[in-house]
C-alpha cells in the first residue's frame, strides 16, 4: 500500500512541476540572425567562435548563424531569409564594402536593426546601419609601415605585397597604410602586388609563380601580408626557393597575431605582428544588450590592438593568447 502511496505522491510532484514550467511563459529568447564571411582564416575561425560564445541560449539569444562560404551574394540571401523569419536582430561580418544598400534597406523596412562587425560596408544612409564593432584596419596598417620606416628609414628596400580580399575594409585600410609609406620613401620599390585573398593556399600559389618567373633569385628585402594565413604560405614558398625568413634575409610583415603567426615571430621568420583582435563576440552582444534596453548605441566600437616584435613573444605572453 505504502509503495502505491508513494508512487502516487511522485506522479502527482511530477504533474505540478511540469504543470509549473508550461505555466512559467517560455523566457522570450532574443532571435539572432548572422551571416559570416566564411572561414578563410584563423582569425575568421577565432571569430566564430567567439560570436557563438555570446550568442547562446543561456544569454538569452537563439543564434541562426550561416556561412557564406566567401561569396556576398550568400551573405545577402541570408539577410533576406532573416527578415523572412523575422529575426529581433541581424550580424553581419560583410565580406566586402559595396552592393549592401537595397538588402539593408529591406532590412531597414522590417524594422530589423543591423549590426556590422569586424568590416564595415560603403552605404549611401547611414542610419542603415544601428552599430559596427570592429577595428582601425588603417590604423594597423600606419603600424607596420612605421615599423618600416624605423628599421630601413631611406634604405633602398625591395617589396612584395600580399593583399588581402580585395575589397575588404581590412585589405583596403592596410593597402592604404602601405601605398602611402611607398609615396613618402621613393627609395621603396614595390616588386609585386600580389591579391592573397586572406589564405595561405593562395598565397603560397602567388608567391611560387612569382618566383618562378627568375631565372635567378632577385632580392627582396620585405614581404608585407595582409594576414597571417598568407604570411604561412609566403614563407613556405620562399624558403622553397632557397630564401632565409629571418633578420638576416627577407622582413616578413604579418596581420592577426594569431597563435602560430606569433610563434613564427618568436622564431624571427615574421620580422613584426600586427595585432587584429578577432574576439568580438562580447561587444556586439553588449551592443544589442543596449538596444533591448532602448538605448542608442555608439556608432563604432573598436577593439584594443598592439603589435609584437620577435623579442616581444614570451612564454606569458602566449599563456594569455585566446587564438
Ligand atoms: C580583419 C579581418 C580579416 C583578417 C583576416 O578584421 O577582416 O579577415 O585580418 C580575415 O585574417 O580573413
Ligand atoms: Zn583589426
Redesign the pocket.
Known amino acids: 500500500m505504502k509503495k502505491v502511496l508513494c508512487v502516487l505522491l511522485a506522479l502527482l510532484l511530477t504533474m505540478t512541476g511540469c504543470a509549473r514550467q508550461a505555466a512559467e511563459p517560455e523566457e522570450e529568447l532574443i532571435v539572432v540572425g548572422m551571416s559570416q564571411v566564411g572561414a578563410e582564416s584563423d582569425w575568421r575561425v577565432a571569430n566564430t567562435e567567439s560570436m557563438r560564445r555570446e550568442f547562446t541560449e543561456e544569454k538569452g539569444y537563439r543564434l541562426l548563424f550561416e556561412d557564406a562560404r566567401q561569396k556576398q551574394e550568400n551573405q545577402i540571401s541570408a539577410i533576406r531569409r532573416f527578415i523572412q523569419q523575422r529575426v529581433d536582430y541581424i550580424v553581419v561580418m560583410p565580406i566586402g564594402e559595396t552592393g549592401w544598400d537595397s538588402v539593408l534597406q529591406e532590412a531597414k523596412k522590417a524594422g530589423i536593426p543591423v549590426i556590422l562587425v569586424d568590416r564595415t560596408v560603403d552605404v549611401e544612409d547611414e542610419s542603415l546601419i544601428a552599430a559596427r564593432v570592429g577595428?582601425d584596419?588603417y590604423g594597423?596598417g600606419r603600424k607596420a609601415v612605421a615599423w618600416m620606416e624605423q628599421t630601413f628609414g631611406a634604405e633602398p628596400i625591395r617589396i612584395v605585397h600580399i593583399q588581402g580580399t580585395l575589397g575588404a575594409t581590412s585589405q583596403l585600410g592596410r593597402t592604404a597604410a602601405l601605398e602611402e609609406g611607398l609615396a613618402r620613401n621613393e627609395s621603396w620599390e614595390l616588386l609585386a602586388q600580389l591579391d592573397g585573398d586572406y589564405t595561405q593556399a593562395k598565397s603560397y600559389e602567388l608567391m611560387s609563380d612569382y618566383l618562378s618567373q627568375f631565372p635567378v633569385r632577385p632580392k627582396i628585402d620585405v614581404v608585407y601580408c595582409e594576414n597571417d594565413n598568407e604570411a604561412y604560405g609566403a614563407i613556405e614558398a620562399l624558403e622553397e626557393n632557397g630564401y632565409i625568413c629571418g633578420p638576416e634575409g627577407v622582413a616578413v610583415i604579418s596581420f592577426d597575431a594569431a597563435i602560430d603567426a606569433l610563434l613564427y615571430c618568436r622564431e624571427g621568420k615574421i620580422a613584426l605582428e600586427v595585432e587584429?583582435?578577432p574576439l568580438l563576440g562580447p561587444l556586439a552582444e553588449s551592443v544589442i544588450r543596449s538596444l533591448e534596453a532602448g538605448q542608442t548605441p555608439e556608432k563604432n566600437y573598436y577593439v584594443d590592438?598592439q603589435v609584437f616584435l620577435p623579442g616581444d613573444i614570451t612564454d606569458e605572453l602566449l599563456g594569455t593568447r585566446e587564438y
Open positions: 577595428a584596419f594597423e587584429c583582435n590592438e
